[in-house]
């Protein structure tokens, strides 16, 4: 089975910011993620997020940081939690584990369109070097590990283990 290449749309329409992720979305698109997480956390008059996953067939432990730190970045300005739509029985398994539902409103289909899907336009991927890559690898899982107990655990010897490289990269 050929997986598809992961991509990131968005669009902001009304005061509500959609993300959609589609295909195989892997740490490869983390500086893309990140630099959407920094832009909400400053956009003015934003009232709500939906993160579209409908098209993922994969999120990796990365690219879920950094959707963990999308919600970071709006948490206390906006009245309702960001949004997760998800169809793909094997992503929402992912962010049941991982401890979204405490961070994130998690639902399978739209009540009702709430924004002008048509107006998503792809984002270009930001590129990120290895140093840049490690960093954001690093920052993503340290993220998740404070969602809950089971990601601290799942990902403590990665985290680690990245640490150990850092130390001898400076």
Same mark, same amino acid.
């Given at each position: 089975?050929?997986?598809?290449?992961?991509?990131?749309?968005?669009?902001?329409?009304?005061?509500?910011?959609?993300?959609?992720?589609?295909?195989?979305?892997?740490?490869?698109?983390?500086?893309?993620? $990140?630099? +959407?997480?920094? #832009?909400?956390?400053?956009?003015?008059?934003?009232? /709500?997020?939906?993160?579209? @996953?409908? =098209? *993922?067939?994969?999120?990796?432990?990365?690219?879920?940081?950094?959707?963990?730190?999308?919600?970071?970045?709006?948490?206390?300005?906006?009245?309702?939690?960001?949004?997760?739509?998800? $169809?793909? +029985?094997?992503? #929402?398994?992912?962010?049941?584990?991982?401890?979204? /539902?405490?961070?994130?409103? @998690?639902? =399978? *289909?739209?009540?009702?369109?709430?924004?002008?899907?048509?107006?998503?336009?792809?984002?270009?991927?930001?590129?990120?070097?290895?140093?840049?890559?490690?960093?954001?690898?690093?920052?993503?899982?340290?993220?998740?590990?404070?969602?809950?107990?089971?990601?601290?655990?799942?990902?403590?010897?990665?985290?680690?283990?990245?640490?150990?490289?850092?130390?001898?990269?400076?």
């Amino acid at each position: 089975m050929l997986t598809e290449e992961g991509r990131i749309k968005a669009a902001f329409d009304s005061g509500v910011f959609v993300l959609k992720l589609c295909g195989d979305v892997r740490l490869t698109l983390c500086a893309t993620l $990140d630099t +959407q997480a920094q #832009r909400l956390a400053e956009t003015p008059g934003l009232s /709500a997020v939906m993160i579209d @996953l409908r =098209e *993922a067939t994969n999120v990796d432990s990365t690219a879920l940081g950094f959707l963990a730190k999308v919600s970071l970045a709006v948490k206390g300005r906006l009245e309702q939690p960001p949004t997760i739509i998800v $169809d793909n +029985q094997d992503v #929402r398994q992912m962010l049941d584990v991982m401890g979204f /539902a405490r961070f994130f409103t @998690l639902m =399978e *289909a739209p009540l009702q369109p709430t924004a002008d899907l048509s107006t998503l336009e792809e984002l270009p991927e930001v590129p990120a070097d290895e140093e840049g890559l490690r960093e954001r690898i690093l920052e993503a899982h340290r993220i998740l590990m404070r969602m809950n107990e089971h990601n601290r655990e799942q990902f403590q010897p990665l985290v680690e283990m990245l640490e150990s490289q850092e130390t001898t990269h400076h």
